[in-house]
């Protein structure tokens, strides 16, 4: 039993050294990735589900090293927070959509938004405001082609402090939307307190649906809290025609994922959109 003890313990060190190295290959990488331009943005169509039309996108971040592949933003944006990388890599972000969104309003698609997604650490940045009205103005970009997503997570944690950022973000003529809802856990009461416009339900969620009865009856439950406090609601992570189906009966507002298209580089996006295939 001792002998098992210990190679237990050599087991789970060795595998932690090697979670180690690989975080610090990845940071040594990601530090170096912003000037040899590997960041790409992908977006990913959001459909008005009463319409069917294409009313805006998502900006998801993509990572192709110079050594070939590509690195999921679920692998390297936590590693970015923890090492402060995300401050200029979210710039980065911001400063490209928007450019990307002044792009597509200039080529005459009136109305249409791209949402951003901030992170935590961006958010926690006392400049926060100013960063986001400069990149609107460096673009060009008028402030309500930007919609800014910030998880349910985020909110609590400070909520006073949160609540300025806002509204701080919402003069400008930005929209707010709150990621992953449904997970985090948020006081409904603060929740009515923050300027935002929309709820996006977390995928988790849309991923059983209609079958599986408990998360179906919590989707229609965020569906009816979104409409009571007047703001949008949005379905991410919608795979099928069923799934589609139920939130169209259940008066979703907005509808994304899979189903419609997966995120696209902009000019796969835009041809997509001229095809009439979608929107
Ligand atoms: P998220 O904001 O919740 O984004 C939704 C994720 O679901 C994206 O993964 C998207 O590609 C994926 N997705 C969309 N439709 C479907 C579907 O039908 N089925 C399934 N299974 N997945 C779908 P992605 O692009 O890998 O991004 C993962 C997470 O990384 C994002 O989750 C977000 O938290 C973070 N992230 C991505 N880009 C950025 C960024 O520019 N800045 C920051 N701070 N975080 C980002
Ligand atoms: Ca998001
Ligand atoms: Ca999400
Ligand atoms: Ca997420």
Redesign the pocket.
């Known amino acids: 039993a001792k002998e098992c003890g210990r190679n237990n313990f050599q087991f789970y060190t060795e595998e932690l050294s090697a979670r180690n190295a690989q975080r610090m290959y990845l940071t040594n990488g990601l530090r170096q990735a912003l000037d040899r331009n590997e960041f790409q ?2 977006y ?1 169509p959001k459909l008005e589900a009463r319409s069917g039309r294409v009313v805006g996108v ?5 990572w192709f090293p110079a050594g070939g592949g590509m690195i ?3 692998e390297f ?1 936590p590693i970015a927070e923890e090492s402060g990388l ?1 401050i200029p ?2 710039d980065w ?1 911001l400063a490209t959509a928007c450019k990307q969104a002044a792009g597509w309003r200039r080529e005459g698609r009136d109305g249409f938004r791209v949402a ?4 935590a650490a ?1 958010l926690k940045n006392r400049d926060v405001v100013q960063v986001v009205a400069q990149a609107l103005r460096d673009a060009d970009c008028p402030a309500d082609a930007l919609d800014l ?1 910030i ?1 349910e997570s985020m909110l609590m944690e400070n909520p006073e402090k949160v609540s300025r950022t806002l509204q701080g973000l919402c003069d400008l003529g930005v929209r707010l939307s709150i ?2 809802f449904g997970t985090g856990y948020s006081s409904l009461n603060y929740l009515k307190s923050f300027p935002i416009h929309e709820l ?1 339900i ?2 988790t969620f849309i ?1 059983d649906i209609p079958g599986e009865a408990g998360h179906a009856s919590i989707v229609k439950a965020i569906i009816d809290l979104a409409h009571s406090m007047e703001l949008i609601v949005v379905a ?4 099928t025609a069923e799934q589609k189906a139920f939130l169209e009966r259940e008066r979703c507002d907005e509808l ?4 419609f298209s ?2 696209l580089p902009a000019h796969q996006l835009g041809q997509l959109l001229d095809s009439g295939a979608i929107g």
């Open positions: 943005l992908h990913q998502e900006a998801l971040i993509r999921s933003p679920a944006i995300i890599i979210g972000v951003v997604n901030l992170s961006q997503e998880t990621d992953d996006k977390d995928q991923r991410e992570g919608v795979e994304q994922g899979y189903l997966k995120p």
